[in-house]
């Protein structure tokens, strides 16, 4: 998964002309290290799709732009626009994660 690391950078991945799926988290947070360990598996059944993670504590003021309460949050966007958003209370099991992909992505 490809580090964002500016506002320029996020900016230029969600405007995409294909969905692009955004990592939200923070390495202090204990859900987030729980997702890491199961998301690789995820991200290899979702391998046509481009993935990307934001450090929230990192690149400031995006989370807050895009309406992220809790973290991790899984975010699709798509020519600018933010198509899906799954937030932290339901990433918790590799099933949630799946479940919201194959209902946004298919």
């Not at 975010?75 to 626009?81: K, V």
Request: proline letters at 4%; aromatic letters at 10%; charged letters at 25%.
């Amino acid at each position: 998964m490809e580090e964002i690391k500016t506002h320029d950078q996020f900016n230029d991945i969600i405007n995409s002309a294909e969905p692009v799926i955004i990592k939200f988290y923070a390495d202090w947070c204990p859900d987030c290290k729980r997702m890491d360990m199961f998301i690789g598996e995820i991200l290899e059944e979702y391998k046509q799709y481009k993935w990307y993670q934001i450090n929230n504590d990192e690149v400031s003021g995006i989370a807050e732009e895009h309406e992220v309460m809790g973290i991790p949050s899984l975010l699709i966007f798509q020519n600018g626009e933010k198509l899906a958003h799954q937030h932290s209370a339901n990433t918790k099991t590799p099933e949630q994660v799946e479940e919201f992909l194959g209902q946004q992505l298919g």
